[in-house]
């Protein structure tokens, strides 16, 4: 990573092993658990395996074997699904598990590098700076003004500074580097920290489910219940008119499996999962899965300018010296003795490390302006971090003399709150910032001052400063943001700019790069006076927010919420913690983002390019719209099989029992991949990103979308019915008639599978996109029904009957007219 390791050698690659053996990683103890007892455990609780226990078990009794055996082979094939279920989303989530885990900076074999945090050991010596979680317990053994947050561990929010000389010199896994930087030895990982120590009630918490999780699970357990009603009443009728016990709970058991959708959690579970895993392979990380679900929702995205809309690549473009109007090029300040100085104090004013790009061009500028470096001969004695509204920053650096050096630099109005200048000078100046402003710069100020007491005062604008002069950067838009910004409009998706940076610079970066309503702009001194409810009215028809700092941000996000907008929102430094984590789809960016905003974040982007989240919000859209056909045509398939089961009975029909256990678990054998493994596969429709988020409280089980899997489910049972009757005219016996009402439903089933693929596009143009998964199923399930109508035995097991092939082709051709009439409502809908 580096050559820099701050004068020290760390451990070797030997030592490190050494101190591995004998003290182990740096991971807490959470009792591990046997995934496939879990699993085993997961599917024998499940009503539907309870119910293939029970039936099985009826059919043992009865000394029926073959349909025994039948169900303990579908008992073991259902299990089999599960387990395949759960294996491909725990693989997935254990996947992002290892994508998400944090890493440290540290030194060993006398270079600076990047360290998992499960591979730090005792002895290792880690580097601490603004904006980094510690990631173990130790000792500061350098700082450089370094400043810890320890409110995880002590409830007190304040900051606690760190040095060696201080009298509480440790650092603790978890805290937070608020300012500065420091190294430290490391002396406890995992369990033996203090984190560690109190961490393992953190195992006892159990994740909050989302409102799409909570819905499923009520509508499952309601048609549970109705299950369990339904199930009682068969049996009852059954009984009552047979007087055989275990016969009629066999009935009754056939209905409950009908009724009960337990494909849909496992279809929700799977979905997610594997949706999470997908996006990582684009360099997405989402943290939690639930993410998945927000994605496609998102209204709103709120991001900084800095990096995101621009290149974050920051070229010293011109110079602005105190007194002067002229801006002087790099051309002209090399031989400027005033153009050297603000170079030199700009430089000092940033650290002496630097990792952000304006400072690493001002440390470049200096060594190429100056005959003699004088970083080497001066020493940093006290910092002031960023700080103020708008913010600044000092240095103050003395010499082997006792000679000093003062330098600030910040926002240009900052600066000149505390410099010593005239009314005309003071105008001179701005005019100049508004000027470099419309050309899109990026502006810093920079003062000096002469302080030479040794008690320095608390705050650094209590300082007596010189004005220098202005620098000026030019960080130009990113190639691809304007095609980025457009796929957010055509979404349907607003976008706003919250920044540090002047209303000037931004507006014209964003004009530079096809941002839509440049000119709605609000500055953070205005938006301090206004009332959360004058905010709310104004935060939607404002664009660009500016000169922002962490409580404005965090009251921007609030505003958007509270005016029921779905807000994603972008960030990267330690300011941006809070508004992330109130977002409901915080995004910190991977390569430059502080380890705290990846910590708030929901997602985080690996390459720092917003583009992957028009990826992400496409994909959010697609995995959602791909659970509700799954979801739709479980409900809509599962209601022609209840009436089937239940209606010759309750009507009263000759055949009151035309399908047993087996007919139903071979429909459930069907319908479970269809929905979990054909819809996740399909591919993303064409209008994707052309449609306005929907709702975040709109989801699939509302009256409006359940009523369309309703009609569907009920048109299907009709047909299936007519089927009945038509057999029943054509003089069938009972075996026939089951024969001509299966070939029906399972007709359906595959034409519900095709038309189901889009509730837009017409079922010709879906039949182009490219599934294998569905091609398989498909083949799968059309070769199982011949071979259960031709061969002889297993013909007889299912209890079907030769039927003439014109009756097997008005029953199939009944199934496919039951679904093919939903193609009129698509044409509706295209034309609305």
């Given at each position: 990573m580096s050559n820099h390791s701050f004068g020290l050698s760390g451990l070797n690659n030997r030592e490190v092993e050494k101190a591995r053996k004998q003290f182990g990683i740096n991971k807490s103890f959470v009792k591990k658990q046997n995934t496939f007892l879990k699993s085993l455990k997961d599917t024998v609780t499940e009503p539907m395996f309870v119910l293939l226990v029970g039936a099985a078990s009826i059919y043992f009794i009865l000394g029926q074997t073959q349909e025994a055996f039948f169900m303990t082979g579908a008992?073991?094939?259902?299990?089999?699904?599960?387990?395949?279920?759960?294996?491909?989303?725990?693989?997935?989530?254990?996947?992002?598990?290892?994508?998400?885990?944090?890493?440290?900076?540290?030194?060993?074999?006398?270079?600076?590098?990047?360290?998992?945090?499960?591979?730090?050991?005792?002895?290792?010596?880690?580097?601490?700076?603004?904006?980094?979680?510690?990631?173990?317990?130790?000792?500061?053994?350098?700082?450089?003004?370094?400043?810890?947050?320890?409110?995880?561990?002590?409830?007190?929010?304040?900051?606690?500074?760190?040095?060696?000389?201080?009298?509480?010199?440790?650092?603790?896994?978890?805290?937070?580097?608020?300012?500065?930087?420091?190294?430290?030895e490391v002396t406890a990982i995992g369990d033996k920290t203090e984190l560690g120590k109190i961490g393992q009630s953190i195992q006892n918490v159990k994740e909050e489910k989302t409102p799409l999780q909570i819905q499923i699970g009520g509508f499952v357990k309601k048609m549970a219940l109705v299950g369990a009603v339904v199930f009682l009443l068969v049996w009852g009728i059954n009984y009552f008119s047979s007087k055989d016990f275990l016969d009629s709970l066999l009935k009754g058991l056939t209905l409950a499996m009908s009724i009960l959708p337990e494909e849909i959690p496992v279809a929700f579970s799977?979905?997610?999962?594997?949706?999470?895993?997908?996006?990582?392979?684009?360099?997405?990380?989402?943290?939690?899965?639930?993410?998945?679900?927000?994605?496609?929702?998102?209204?709103?995205?709120?991001?900084?300018?800095?990096?995101?809309?621009?290149?974050?690549?920051?070229?010293?473009?011109?110079?602005?010296?105190?007194?002067?109007?002229?801006?002087?090029?790099?051309?002209?300040?090399?031989?400027?003795?005033?153009?050297?100085?603000?170079?030199?104090?700009?430089?000092?004013?940033?650290?002496?490390?630097?990792?952000?790009?304006?400072?690493?061009?001002?440390?470049?500028?200096?060594?190429?302006?100056?005959?003699?470096?004088?970083?080497?001969?001066?020493?940093?004695i006290h910092e002031y971090p960023l700080d103020g509204k708008p913010p600044m920053m000092t240095h103050v650096f003395e010499g082997k003399e006792s000679n000093r050096i003062i330098a600030a630099k910040g926002a240009p109005e900052a600066i000149l709150s505390v410099s010593n200048l005239d009314e005309a000078s003071r105008k001179q100046i701005l005019s100049a910032v508004e000027t470099l402003a419309r050309k899109g710069f990026r502006i810093l100020g920079v003062a000096k001052s002469n302080f030479t007491g040794k008690n320095f005062p608390e705050k650094q604008q209590q300082l007596p400063f010189v004005f220098v002069g202005l620098v000026a950067f030019y960080d130009p838009p990113k190639a691809n943001i304007k095609?980025?910004?457009?796929?957010?409009?055509?979404?349907?998706?607003?976008?706003?700019?919250?920044?540090?940076?002047?209303?000037?610079?931004?507006?014209?970066?964003?004009?530079?790069?096809?941002?839509?309503?440049?000119?709605?702009v609000l500055d953070g001194v205005d938006l301090v006076k206004m009332t959360d409810s004058e905010l709310e009215a104004k935060v939607m028809e404002t664009n660009i927010f500016t000169r922002m700092f962490p409580e404005a941000?965090?009251?921007?996000?609030?505003?958007?919420?509270?005016?029921?907008?779905?807000?994603?929102?972008?960030?990267?430094?330690?300011?941006?913690?809070?508004?992330?984590?109130?977002?409901?789809?915080?995004?910190?960016?991977?390569?430059?983002?502080?380890?705290?905003?990846?910590?708030?974040?929901?997602?985080?982007?690996?390459?720092?390019?917003?583009?992957k989240m028009v990826d992400a919000i496409a994909s959010g859209r697609h995995i959602y719209t791909n659970l509700k056909k799954a979801i739709q045509y479980i409900i809509s398939i599962h209601i022609p099989i209840i009436v089937t089961v239940a209606g010759p009975l309750l009507l009263g029909w000759i055949y009151p029992n035309i399908f047993t256990p087996v007919h139903v678990i071979f429909l459930e054998l069907i319908m479970g991949p269809t929905c979990s493994i054909i819809y996740e596969s399909?591919?993303?429709?064409?209008?994707?990103?052309?449609?306005?988020?929907?709702?975040?409280?709109?989801?699939?089980?509302?009256?409006?979308?359940?009523?369309?899997?309703?009609?569907?489910?009920?048109?299907?049972?009709?047909g299936t019915l007519l089927s009945y009757q038509m057999a029943l005219r054509s003089g069938c016996s009972e075996d026939q008639v089951r024969t001509l009402v299966f070939i029906t439903l399972i007709g359906a089933n595959i034409f519900l599978t095709l038309e189901n693929r889009s509730f837009y596009y017409s079922l010709l143009h879906t039949l182009r996109y490219k599934n294998w998964m569905l091609v398989s199923i498909i083949t799968f399930t059309i070769l199982m029904v011949v071979l259960m109508l031709s061969i002889s035995?297993?013909?007889?097991?299912?209890?079907?009957?030769?039927?003439?092939?014109?009756?097997?082709?008005?029953?199939?051709?009944?199934?496919?007219?039951?679904?093919?009439?939903?193609?009129?409502?698509?044409?509706?809908?295209?034309?609305?």
């Open positions: 008992i073991l094939l259902v299990s089999a699904i599960s387990f395949y279920q759960d294996n491909r989303s725990r693989r997935a989530l254990e996947a992002l598990k290892k994508m998400t885990a944090p890493n440290a900076k540290g030194i060993r074999n006398s270079r600076l590098v990047d360290i998992l945090t499960t591979e730090i050991v005792m002895g290792d010596y880690l580097l601490a700076e603004e904006g980094s979680l510690i990631a173990a317990d130790g000792l500061v053994i350098q700082s450089n003004d370094f400043s810890v947050n320890e409110s995880m561990l002590t409830g007190e929010s304040f900051s606690v500074n760190k040095s060696v000389e201080a009298k509480d010199n440790r650092v603790f896994q978890g805290t937070l580097a608020v300012s500065g930087q420091a190294i430290f799977t979905f997610m999962a594997l949706g999470a895993w997908r996006l990582m392979k684009k360099g997405i990380v989402v943290k939690q899965t639930k993410t998945v679900e927000s994605l496609g929702a998102a209204t709103v995205i709120c991001t900084d300018k800095t990096g995101t809309i621009t290149e974050n690549r920051m070229t010293l473009a011109h110079l602005v010296v105190s007194g002067g109007s002229e801006f002087l090029s790099p051309v002209d300040w090399r031989k400027n003795a005033a153009a050297n100085e603000v170079i030199k104090f700009a430089m000092f004013g940033s650290e002496t490390a630097p990792f952000d790009p304006m400072e690493q061009a001002l440390h470049e500028a200096y060594a190429e302006s100056v005959s003699k470096d004088e970083r080497l001969e001066f020493k940093m095609e980025v910004f457009q796929h957010f409009y055509d979404a349907g998706i607003s976008v706003k700019i919250i920044t540090g940076d002047n209303a000037l610079t931004t507006s014209a970066i964003a004009g530079q790069a096809g941002f839509q309503g440049a000119d709605r941000k965090l009251r921007i996000i609030n505003a958007l919420k509270n005016s029921q907008q779905v807000v994603a929102m972008t960030g990267d430094g330690v300011n941006d913690g809070p508004a992330l984590k109130a977002a409901h789809i915080g995004i910190a960016m991977g390569h430059r983002g502080s380890e705290l905003a990846r910590s708030a974040a929901s997602l985080i982007l690996t390459d720092d390019d917003l583009g399909e591919p993303q429709e064409a209008n994707a990103m052309k449609l306005p988020p929907r709702k975040m409280a709109h989801t699939f089980f509302s009256a409006k979308e359940l009523l369309a899997s309703i009609i569907q489910g009920i048109v299907i049972a009709a035995p297993l013909r007889d097991f299912f209890s079907f009957a030769p039927v003439e092939t014109l009756l097997l082709a008005k029953a199939a051709a009944l199934g496919f007219f039951s679904v093919l009439w939903f193609e009129g409502y698509k044409i509706y809908v295209r034309r609305k």
